[in-house]
């Protein structure tokens, strides 16, 4: 049997062009202005009535003076809120789309500095539903800027919430609110003082039409390994040999969700850090400071799984806090790869599944 196989990469004839042509027509006329455009405007010119000849002259200086009216405004056309009839690909549900990133200075309170004014990253997105074809992106920003202006708490940022659900007409949605904040600490024995900034973000998500709050810290500190300070000191004790135990700048993200009717303070969480391990890093150092940090990492030394069962011990003990997960990244000076633990309390952050470059977010970069 002859299989003849048409040449896909030859030089198609005319008559392949004049067919190909004549099909393009017959689509072009029956279909929807918005779907033309969505495959190509230039489409238009094998409509029917459509004159080459008569074809405008096009202006090509920008029209200063043109104002839109709402007639005007009525007739743009709108390709995100089209017919389904315009979606690409498998038409499925999408969980989260949105916008990630954008900027704009938030007011915040905090419990020892009264209220802060700082620049936030924002995050929002919505649930679409099978058959829809997108959303309205600058509908989650002007819904946000409405309450930008006010000072900051999760009651507003339920407000922005319920306006851009309302707005686009989604089931579930979700706000992501994440800055750096600016903490004044004082150095172990000098006495001077200095900024300490923590990443911290508010997370508020409506699943289901369940609602629930979730503040994430990163907390960084210093860990000096308990198994090469023991080691250094049989060096020191048994060879009077001179040796040092590595330690290294370490990051633990925890991921607290705030159960209902409780105020858990950014500095609440914060100093929970610091009872759970007290090896903070260090902003303002002189040389008896530098000495008793030296002292403080000795008698704290630490593996990452100590770490964070002891953040655990402090969340769990606290009433204000619901499900946590705590995620601890040690980058050794030792080795040439990072020792990593994640602990999770109930099912909210509980997953067999991690992003594969989830501790690459935890590095410090100062």
């Not at 204000?320 to 980058?331: E, K, V």
Request: proline share 4%.
């Amino acid at each position: 049997m002859t299989i003849h196989t048409p040449k896909i990469d030859g030089e198609p004839t005319r008559a392949e062009a004049e067919a190909a042509l004549a099909v393009l027509r017959r689509w072009a006329t029956q279909a929807e202005g918005q779907e033309i455009d969505a495959l190509d405007s230039a489409l238009t010119q094998l409509t029917a009535g459509f004159d080459p000849a008569g074809y405008p002259a096009l202006a090509r200086e920008y029209p200063e003076e043109f104002a839109v009216d709402p007639v005007y405004k009525a007739s743009l056309p709108d390709l995100q809120n089209g017919p389904s009839s315009l979606i690409r690909g498998a038409q499925r549900a999408i969980q989260h789309v949105g916008i990630s990133n954008f900027r704009l200075p938030i007011q915040y309170h905090s419990r020892d500095s009264g209220d802060l004014a700082l620049e936030t990253s924002v995050t929002g997105t919505v649930s679409l539903e099978a058959d829809k074809k997108g959303i309205n992106m600058s509908r989650i920003m002007r819904s946000f800027y409405v309450h930008a202006d006010k000072t900051f708490s999760f009651e507003v940022i339920e407000a922005a919430l319920d306006d851009y659900k309302a707005d686009l007409g989604s089931f579930d949605a979700r706000i992501n609110m994440a800055f750096r904040f600016p903490v004044k600490v004082e150095s172990l024995r000098s006495g001077l003082k200095g900024y300490q900034y923590y990443d911290i973000a508010l997370e508020l998500f409506e699943v289901e039409g369940v609602r629930r709050k979730v503040m994430h810290l990163d907390y960084v500190y210093s860990s000096t390994c308990p198994c090469s300070l023991e080691l250094s000191e049989h060096a020191r004790r048994e060879r009077g040999q001179l040796a040092t135990p590595h330690s290294q700048r370490s990051v633990a993200r925890l991921s607290v969700e705030l159960n209902p009717g409780k105020c858990l303070w950014f500095e609440d969480l914060i100093d929970m850090c610091r009872r759970a391990v007290p090896t903070e890093t260090q902003v303002m150092v002189k040389r008896e400071d530098e000495q008793a940090f030296a002292e403080l990492n000795a008698a704290n030394p630490i593996f990452v799984e100590d770490a964070a069962r002891l953040f655990a011990e402090q969340l769990q003990e606290d009433d204000r806090i619901g499900d946590y997960r705590i995620i601890a990244s040690h980058q050794e000076s030792l080795h040439s790869h990072d020792a990593v633990s994640v602990l999770t309390e109930g099912t909210l952050f509980a997953s067999e599944s991690l992003d594969p470059k989830l501790f690459q977010t935890l590095f410090h970069v100062g």
